[in-house]
């Protein structure tokens, strides 16, 4: 049964903005980067020599205690039993090298040092403070063998020891404070000076999670150590620069181009600085960001059963995750459900006064999400702020700058749900600011060469996927067109984007997207995204749904030169062909058929991927089946081709 809300009730015919960009987005400004490098960062007169203050005083501990008595009873302890801290030692120096060890390390300082502020226990003191020492003598702080010192290591673990030099200073012998100041001081001035511009590098990814993560532990450290450091207001200008930057340059619309699995990981990192930024300094960076839409990407990401996710970009191991295998589920489903870090959106929707946030922060919390750092509910949660219901988040949207659009027929688990993507890699604004900001660097690695790619969830299943997380992506892996040999991009190392004309993928763009409780029509343009040589002048894809369950793609496709043309949709099982017709094999939830010209063929088997290898060596990863792909053919090559594949989805199961 289709359900629809009654918000959704009348059709919306949503058209694109122009190409060119219109006097008020001119007019947008965006300050020059040395100007925000000079800034000068001052603490609110009343935290000047006080300790705690980077996020909580003394007294809002104090409010804390109370929560955690009370209408945070149940999640917090639930924190307090499951501390890593109080599990066992800490890995010895000079530090783990095995994938994000040592930034677990750095959560677990963290919250141990908040559960003793809290709970003011002997055994948490004792066990914040022999994990922190362990910490500061860890060498190098990261990889041995990829970006020693200044990578997301070193930021979680400033971060940590940052707040837990913070919050346990009035515990600590002046050795210890001595020690603890001394290796922050050090990783704090080596993050610092690869983060500010010079002779050998001027350019930055102010939006890639490489540089915002580190540039936050950089801010925590430098707010703690004011008053003490005498570089603490130099390194905390230059973390205000990047995240001016980053809120500034992501889009607005609130879609994060890197996927879903680098917002989980990525998004609280700059809630970490917004926080501490407006706590230690009175100054905010909360509506230059994206966080008010948040929740329309978080609750339309998110599958009908709550535990998967469109999976667009460098998102987990496609076909591999849905079935709960591969290397990655223990991290991703600790405990069975998904570890979303959705408890972030308690501080957005705490901060915001948005009740709507609040409704999506709950939901997840009653599919059982859990985050990476359960202890920060008791600070972002507030009680007292009651949630929208769900039926006022719409059940189609359409994220316009980012060039993504989501339709559900319902909230509820039952419900079928698609996603279409065709925009630039980080969306037509970035497209367009890029030459106002010639120290930035964009890094699209883990945004895919998907353009035109769709998403299809129905039956309880992925009806038609993705396959998540790859070494090298490219086009092939995606439901979108090969053309002469080429996908999308140049898709020779993992950022398939390096290389291309950024102010020419602004082109790459929906043009129409009607969307109805039952039906949608979507019209993109995407030959822009696929290189120069490909010698592609028109790709115009017709995307279209009608209910209950039935989906049309049409293509047409032009070229100035003969070239080969291959049409994919890949699935999370097998498919079957009989001529024209396909279908997942048993012939009752799924089947379809392309209108074949003579001598055209269907070809189907496995899909096989170059998997993420590890770290400074992503695209030498093992090959990896990721599901099945179904392809059409037409014969021979042209200077033109036209695709009208047609599919339905009907429901089985109970």
């Not at 945070?72 to 639930?78: N, V, Y």
């Not at 100041?181 to 350019?203: C, D, I, N």
């Not at 984007?497 to 109805?516: C, K, N, P, Q, S």
């Not at 070229?559 to 699935?571: D, G, N, V």
Request: glycine fraction near 8%; charge should be negative; hydrophobic fraction near 40%.
């Amino acid at each position: 049964m289709i359900r629809a809300s009654i918000f959704s009730s009348v059709a919306i015919l949503i058209l694109a903005l122009p190409v060119a960009a219109s006097s008020a987005q001119e007019a947008e400004t965006i300050p020059p980067f040395a100007q925000l490098l000079a800034r000068p960062v001052r603490l609110k007169p009343e935290l000047v020599g006080v300790h705690p203050r980077v996020f909580v005083t003394a007294s809002e501990l104090e409010t804390l205690r109370a929560r955690a008595r009370t209408t945070h009873r149940e999640d917090w302890q639930k924190v307090l039993a499951g501390l890593p801290a109080l599990a066992g030692d800490p890995p010895p120096p000079p530090g783990p090298q095995e994938r994000r060890a040592q930034n677990d390390v750095a959560h677990a300082i963290a919250g141990v040092s908040l559960a003793w502020a809290v709970e003011r226990r002997p055994d948490l003191l004792a066990a914040a403070k022999k994990w922190t020492l362990a910490a500061t003598s860890y060498e190098p702080w990261g990889y041995t063998y990829n970006k020693p010192i200044v990578d997301l290591a070193a930021g979680h673990l400033l971060y940590a020891i940052g707040w837990a030099y913070d919050l346990l200073w009035p515990e600590l012998t002046s050795e210890e404070r001595a020690l603890i100041r001394a290796s922050l001081e050090r990783h704090a001035a080596l993050v610092h000076e690869y983060f500010t511009p010079s002779a050998k590098r001027g350019r930055f990814e102010f939006t890639q999670n490489h540089d915002f993560i580190p540039t936050a532990g950089l801010a925590v450290a430098a707010l703690a150590l004011m008053g003490e450091s005498p570089d603490a207001e130099k390194w905390a200008a230059t973390a205000y620069a990047h995240h001016h930057r980053a809120n500034q340059l992501l889009s607005p619309d609130g879609y994060y181009y890197e996927g879903i699995e680098y917002w989980i990981f990525s998004a609280p990192w700059l809630v970490h600085f917004a926080d501490a930024w407006e706590h230690a300094t009175g100054e905010s960076v909360w509506e230059l960001g994206p966080y008010r839409n948040w929740k329309l990407y978080v609750a339309h990401e998110l599958l009908p059963n709550g535990q998967d996710a469109f999976d667009f970009g460098d998102a987990w191991e496609g076909p591999l995750t849905r079935a709960r295998r591969g290397e990655e589920i223990g991290r991703l489903y600790p405990g069975g459900t998904l570890e979303s870090n959705a408890n972030l959106l308690y501080r957005v929707a705490a901060r915001l006064r948005d009740p709507e946030t609040q409704a999506v922060a709950d939901r997840c919390h009653a599919l059982g999400h859990t985050s990476l750092e359960e202890h920060w509910t008791l600070l972002w949660r507030d009680a007292s702020l009651a949630p929208a219901p769900m039926a006022r988040l719409p059940l189609q949207h359409r994220f316009e700058d980012s060039g993504v659009v989501f339709f559900r027929t319902s909230w509820e688990k039952d419900a079928l749900a698609f996603a279409f993507k065709a925009g630039p890699p980080e969306g037509h604004r970035a497209a367009r600011l890029l030459a106002q900001v010639p120290e930035w660097r964009p890094s699209t690695g883990h945004a895919h060469p998907d353009a035109g790619s769709f998403i299809v969830w129905a039956d309880g299943r992925l009806v038609v996927g993705d396959t998540g997380y790859a070494g090298r992506p490219q086009a092939r892996h995606h439901n979108t067109v090969v053309v002469g040999g080429f996908g999308q991009g140049l898709e020779k190392e993992h950022d398939a984007w390096e290389g291309m004309d950024r102010a020419a993928l602004d082109r790459v763009r929906i043009t129409e997207a009607t969307l109805a409780p039952a039906s949608a029509r979507i019209v993109a343009e995407i030959a822009a995204a696929y290189p120069p040589a490909a010698g592609l002048s028109e790709f115009r894809r017709e995307f279209s749904f009608e209910a209950p369950g039935r989906f049309r793609v049409r293509d047409r496709l032009a070229t100035a030169e003969p070239r080969t043309f291959e049409w994919y949709l890949h699935a999370d099982g097998p498919f079957a062909i009989d001529g024209a017709a396909f279908g997942d094999g048993s012939g009752a939830a799924f089947h379809g058929r392309a209108a074949l010209p003579a001598g055209a063929r269907l070809r189907t088997g496995p899909t096989i991927l170059t998997a993420p290898g590890q770290p400074g060596s992503i695209e030498q990863g093992r090959q990896d089946q990721r599901g099945f792909e179904l392809v059409v053919e037409p014969p021979g090559a042209g200077r033109a081709a036209e695709f009208d594949v047609s599919f339905e989805v009907k429901r089985v199961r109970p």
